[in-house]
């Protein structure tokens, strides 16, 4: 897989920009703020319809402008495509691949696929169960884009679900006691699927992830992944038997939307027992596991996309990512310089002027 040309339009700082994309390893640095993540952004957007920074479309049109376009030419499953997204101010956004166009997200995903490292990354091991459950269900996706129509149909089915708990009130009549019942199966169906899909997933990562932690510590220490669900393997049955209390409460209390990947280090609770350092070496472990096993379930590597990860790193964990890292096409960015052992294949200058090619390495 590999992305050959770029094309911004009005998108975050950018207002007009082209890239040609060769293989291999290309670095955007320059100071903060001119737009050097913006450009990998872009990249990760047209792969998922979606920012990795997590905000929302509006904001990534650029300040004074209404629409913002971004179009690439990529190589997978050795065919080439383009592929166009156009991100419209308060509507909804259009999206085209080989000039066709699109109807629903589900159908671009596995076009283009990308891995993103960043320094946020931090928080699937630090922040709340919710990162470690969106860090599954989207590698999940990546891995076969038809497990995002099981993502969804459980999405779907929990929003009515919790409408109907709150529309009632605490008081279920035998109207609404019908139409929950039709929403518990519902949610049953497309739940149990989805825990099946994250417990093998865990099962398959566990090894992955020990020896990319290995790999970047230098040291033997051993990881462990668990997969806790909030409920019983039968959710149906979970649904029945917590109806009084989520009718009390207004919500759907149990179920895939509160289950937990818990992470330890030797034994210890990576969220409360580990350092910084640690933590930190986790997370890319599960970023680097992650990206090897859609390489190796696809035949082919994803887009890498490292937005300023090498700043957060000492030497050590900088040369031990470097030579981690597998084969493939790679976009970093850098604002302080780049670590010494590495070496891009090209350096682009991200300047408020525009992009400007230097020659190879530092």
Same mark, same amino acid.
């Given at each position: 897989?590999?992305?050959?040309?770029?094309?911004? =339009?009005?998108?975050?700082?950018?207002?007009?920009?082209?890239?040609?994309?060769?293989?291999?390893?290309?670095?955007?640095?320059?100071?903060?703020?001119?737009?050097?993540?913006?450009?990998?952004?872009?990249?990760?957007?047209?792969?998922?319809?979606?920012?990795?920074?997590?905000?929302?479309?509006?904001?990534?049109?650029?300040?004074?402008?209404?629409?913002?376009?971004?179009?690439?030419?990529?190589?997978?499953?050795?065919?080439?495509?383009?592929?166009?997204?156009?991100?419209?101010?308060?509507?909804?956004?259009?999206?085209?691949?080989?000039?066709?166009?699109?109807?629903?997200?589900?159908?671009?995903?596995?076009?283009?696929?990308?891995?993103?490292?960043?320094?946020?990354?931090?928080?699937?091991?630090?922040?709340?169960?919710?990162?470690?459950?969106?860090?599954?269900?989207?590698?999940?996706?990546?891995?076969?884009?038809?497990?995002?129509?099981?993502?969804?149909?459980?999405?779907?089915?929990?929003?009515?679900?919790?409408?109907?708990?709150?529309?009632?009130?605490?008081?279920?009549?035998?109207?609404?006691?019908?139409? /929950?019942?039709?929403?518990?199966?519902?949610?049953?169906?497309?739940?149990?699927?989805?825990?099946?899909?994250?417990?093998?997933?865990?099962?398959?990562?566990?090894?992955?992830?020990?020896?990319?932690?290995?790999?970047?510590?230098?040291?033997?220490?051993?990881?462990?992944?668990?997969?806790?669900?909030?409920?019983?393997?039968?959710?149906?049955?979970?649904?029945?038997?917590?109806?009084?209390?989520?009718?009390?409460?207004? /919500?759907?209390?149990?179920?895939?939307?509160?289950?937990?990947?818990?992470?330890?280090?030797?034994?210890?609770?990576?969220?409360?027992?580990?350092?910084?350092?640690?933590?930190?070496?986790?997370?890319?472990?599960?970023?680097?596991?992650?990206?090897?096993?859609?390489?190796?379930?696809?035949?082919?590597?994803?887009?890498?996309?490292?937005?300023?990860?090498?700043?957060?790193?000492?030497?050590?964990?900088?040369?031990?990512?470097?030579?981690? /890292?597998?084969?493939?096409?790679?976009?970093? =960015?850098?604002?302080?310089?780049?670590?010494?052992?590495?070496?891009?294949?090209?350096?682009?200058?991200?300047?408020?002027?525009?992009?400007?090619?230097?020659?190879?390495?530092?």
């Amino acid at each position: 897989m590999q992305l050959l040309e770029l094309w911004l =339009t009005d998108f975050r700082s950018h207002e007009s920009v082209h890239l040609e994309c060769p293989s291999g390893l290309s670095a955007f640095v320059g100071a903060n703020g001119m737009g050097k993540s913006n450009l990998l952004e872009a990249i990760g957007y047209l792969a998922t319809l979606s920012s990795f920074r997590g905000v929302p479309g509006d904001a990534l049109i650029r300040s004074g402008a209404d629409t913002a376009v971004v179009r690439a030419r990529v190589i997978s499953d050795d065919r080439e495509h383009l592929v166009e997204a156009e991100i419209v101010r308060g509507r909804p956004n259009r999206v085209l691949v080989d000039r066709q166009r699109l109807r629903r997200t589900r159908d671009l995903l596995g076009t283009l696929r990308v891995s993103v490292f960043s320094p946020d990354d931090l928080s699937l091991v630090k922040g709340s169960p919710g990162l470690r459950r969106d860090y599954l269900d989207d590698l999940a996706v990546s891995l076969h884009p038809r497990n995002d129509a099981v993502r969804s149909d459980w999405e779907k089915a929990l929003r009515q679900r919790n409408a109907l708990l709150k529309q009632v009130a605490g008081r279920l009549d035998d109207s609404a006691g019908l139409t /929950l019942d039709v929403w518990d199966s519902k949610a049953a169906q497309a739940g149990t699927r989805l825990m099946e899909i994250r417990r093998t997933l865990i099962e398959r990562l566990a090894t992955s992830v020990e020896t990319a932690y290995q790999q970047l510590s230098g040291s033997q220490q051993r990881v462990d992944l668990v997969y806790e669900p909030s409920c019983a393997d039968d959710l149906l049955e979970t649904l029945r038997s917590e109806r009084e209390v989520d009718i009390r409460r207004r /919500l759907t209390t149990l179920g895939p939307h509160r289950d937990e990947l818990r992470i330890t280090l030797d034994g210890m609770p990576s969220r409360t027992h580990c350092s910084q350092g640690e933590q930190r070496c986790l997370a890319l472990s599960l970023r680097l596991a992650g990206h090897r096993e859609v390489a190796r379930e696809v035949g082919t590597a994803p887009v890498l996309l490292l937005d300023d990860v090498f700043s957060e790193l000492d030497p050590s964990r900088c040369e031990a990512l470097v030579r981690a /890292l597998p084969e493939g096409q790679s976009f970093l =960015t850098a604002a302080s310089g780049l670590p010494e052992s590495v070496h891009p294949d090209r350096v682009i200058q991200v300047t408020r002027e525009g992009l400007v090619e230097r020659a190879g390495a530092n």
